[in-house]
């Protein structure tokens, strides 16, 4: 039975406890706690639950989407300075509004008119629909891709799939020269980041490229469209940055450092984030224009998409004059920071995280995770007017500027670091909360059992646990668990935490089909009639996260479980003698095994040793796991970081540029790079980083 059912009906009990009813048999506290702590934490968590409301979630959903609020807008401004007002009155404390000047450019001018076979100019703007009237509002901005390069081009087109490197291949295959033409790709599934397929268009030599949603991957072709279901209207376009943030996340200005006001930049031209190609987004309905009229080959089966013809490869007939112009601006964003300092380690921070700008409404991208932020700040605000302080500091943080670098988190990871390398208990990032019913995780796999736990306590729209819920919809086999994702790869607020301060973090939130990303159609009506009608699985996450947070802050020790990371590494380490027998490389991964054994064995005894010091009332032997236990993570950097990126700095983990997960990427890039030398020496310092997480809870004996 979930702990939050168990913990119910024990409220419902209180009258024969009062009697003097015994209560029945003791079940296991929460991983990390006492018992006598669980006993307190119990009616904290129930408290925050029943003050949880999907109404309240409503209304701020409502609030925070009723204008466009693009990163660098006075809108987004106006939406900190509300949110600090807020959480000043909820009862948080040390709010503030952080300034961080950065490279954040803005569209100009877009225009694009077919020239052959004859002249027609593109509307590039999404039509309203009915029942909706945000789809109506006059000015919701140029759509544009940011970072892409300034062009004023004619040229032919020709279709290019998904515009990875493979689909190049086949163009060349087929004699198709691609340099100088317009490449238009779509966006895909499965995903490749809109940067990667921008990166792949500036090697292939392309003068522009553009990117369509096919009404395959996104509209029509999969189900109703919005506003009666939700998939993407004909002339809903994607908006995005087509940034290489999986070289260096942040403002391309202050690689490794934070910008602020007055401080240390260098060139953005120089920066190793910023693309050399020019790159816009379009609609189904323009595109369709263009690849209708393309002749040339006729394009593989796995290529042909949604609209009503054959695909063909050109390059053309079809011929675009193409203008994109975007200012190259420096542009200041706000971060909004807000905390619930710890009563006993206030120095330990518990890291609450979500965006706030968004490419138009952000109905479901970031909306939902903002309001379900601030339905569980003022959850935990009103537990903190009541006089009730945390064990530990909990931080909020609303980012700015994700959308574009991850730009605000990254800004503010770098300004904190001190702070964060010595204190920070783990962070919890929400960026979408709701866009349907199905409960998705991903974390370090020191966190995997600590979240499912949590999963248990909270309740689940449809019923029972968000446990119970998460396993029916997974259909999880009897004797397994659901599974969290460990493997993490990039495109939200965690890469700061993770990968540049060696922080445990999770990624958590309720998904379901969606297919108006960054649209204009992510919007308030979309979520209320689509995603999340009633908001009630806004008010679940909202659960989840205060749950989360709570335990976290409130633990004897932090429930991070490193046997089980140290079993995953082993199965990495397998994975890259795999790869590297596959890439005719040789490789000695030995070394790096019994490190990950050793480090294995060291994380069972420590939990083991923590048990029994949790029993036994020893305060200082827990208190000296906990401390170890917070330190593992960081043993797992590199000062240097990787090879080309010294920005990432944790060996297990790193962004493909595609934004796939890549593990022990030191390794393996050195592995697919046939560079013996390199191989030798990357897993020489992960060894050392295997044996510096093992060290660290031996020394806890
Ligand atoms: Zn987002």
Redesign the pocket.
């Known amino acids: 039975m979930a702990w939050y059912l168990r913990a119910t009906m024990k409220r419902a009990l209180v009258i024969l406890a009062c009697l003097g009813t015994a209560l029945g048999a003791a079940e296991s506290p929460p991983f990390g706690f006492s018992a006598e702590r669980a006993t307190a934490l119990r009616p904290i968590e129930l408290r925050l639950h029943d003050t949880i409301r999907p109404d309240a979630c409503r209304r701020e959903h409502r609030i925070f989407t009723e204008e466009p609020h693009l990163a660098g807008s006075p809108r987004n401004y106006e939406l900190a300075q509300y949110m600090a007002e807020e959480w000043k009155a909820y009862g948080l404390e040390e709010i503030a509004l952080v300034e961080h000047p950065v490279y954040l450019p803005w569209p100009v001018r877009y225009e694009a008119t077919l020239v052959e076979p004859f002249e027609k100019k593109l509307s590039l703007t999404e039509d309203g629909v009915s029942q909706d009237k945000d789809s109506y509002a006059a000015d919701v901005g140029i759509p544009y891709c940011a970072y892409s390069e300034n062009v004023d081009v004619t040229a032919q087109i020709v279709y290019v799939n998904s515009g990875n490197p493979e689909d190049y291949d086949v163009l060349a295959r087929e004699g198709i020269d691609v340099r100088g033409k317009i490449a238009l790709a779509r966006y895909s599934m499965p995903y490749s980041y809109r940067g990667f397929k921008a990166l792949t268009a500036q090697r292939r030599g392309v003068a522009a490229l553009i990117l369509y949603s096919d009404p395959a991957d996104d509209g029509f072709k999969k189900g109703e469209v919005f506003p009666w279901g939700p998939w993407g209207p004909e002339s809903h376009l994607q908006r995005g940055s087509i940034v290489y943030d999986f070289n260096l996340p942040g403002d391309p200005r202050s690689p490794g450092w934070s910008s602020v006001p007055g401080g240390r930049f260098v060139p953005a031209a120089e920066a190793i984030s910023v693309p050399r190609v020019a790159a816009a987004p379009m609609s189904a309905r323009d595109a369709g224009l263009m690849l209708g009229r393309l002749g040339g080959p006729v394009a593989p089966a796995a290529w042909q998409g949604g609209l009503p013809f054959t695909y063909r490869l050109g390059p053309g007939p079809a011929k675009l004059h193409l203008v994109v112009e975007n200012d190259k601006k420096v542009r200041s964003i706000w971060n909004v920071i807000g905390k619930i300092r710890g009563r006993e380690a206030p120095d330990e921070w518990v890291v609450l995280g979500n ?1 706030r700008d968004a490419w138009v409404y952000g109905g479901v ?2 909306s939902t995770g903002t309001a379900t932020l601030m339905e569980t700040a003022r959850a935990f605000g009103e537990l903190a007017r009541g006089g009730w302080r945390p064990r530990r500091t909990l931080v909020f943080g609303s980012w700015d500027a ?2 574009f670098t991850l730009t605000g988190s990254t800004e503010w990871g770098e300004l904190e670091a001190d702070r964060l390398r010595a204190g920070a208990v783990a962070y919890l990032n929400v ?2 909360s709701a866009s349907g019913p199905n409960f998705s995780a991903s974390s370090v796999p020191a966190l995997a059992r600590f979240l499912r736990e949590v999963a248990m306590a909270v309740p689940d729209p449809s019923g029972g646990s968000v446990y119970d819920a998460w396993r029916r919809r997974q259909a999880t086999p009897a004797g397994e668990e659901p599974p969290v994702a460990t493997r993490l790869g990039s495109g ?1 607020d965690y890469t700061v935490f993770l990968n540049f301060l060696g922080v445990p973090v999770a990624d958590l939130g309720f998904d379901g089909p969606y297919g108006v990303y960054h649209s204009i159609y992510d919007n308030f009506t979309w979520v209320d009639r689509i995603g999340d009608p009633g908001f009630y699985y806004h008010a679940a996450m909202a659960r989840y996260w205060a749950t989360a947070a709570i335990r976290l802050a409130e633990a004897d020790h932090v429930p991070l479980d490193y046997a089980t990371y140290a079993r995953d590494v082993q199965a990495y380490l397998d994975e890259a003698a795999t790869s590297a027998k596959a890439h005719g490389v040789t490789i000695d991964l030995s070394a790096a095994q019994a490190a990950a054994k050793r480090w294995e064995q060291e994380a069972g005894a420590a939990l083991e040793r923590a048990q029994r010091a949790l029993a036994s009332k020893d305060t200082t032997a827990v208190t000296r796991i906990h401390q170890a236990l917070m330190r593992v993570e960081r043993a797992l950097l590199d000062a240097e970081g990787l090879s080309g990126r010294p920005w990432y700095k944790h060996l297990l983990y790193a962004p493909r540029p595609t934004y796939k997960p890549l593990v022990l990427p030191g390794v393996i890039e050195a592995i697919e790079a046939r560079d013996a030398a390199r191989v030798s020496s990357e897993v020489g310092r992960l060894t050392r980083a295997l044996e510096r997480a093992a060290t660290t809870l031996e020394a806890t004996r």
Request: charged letters at 50%; aromatic letters at 0%; zero cysteines.
């Open positions: 965006h991208d970031p994700e959308e960026d979408a939200s």
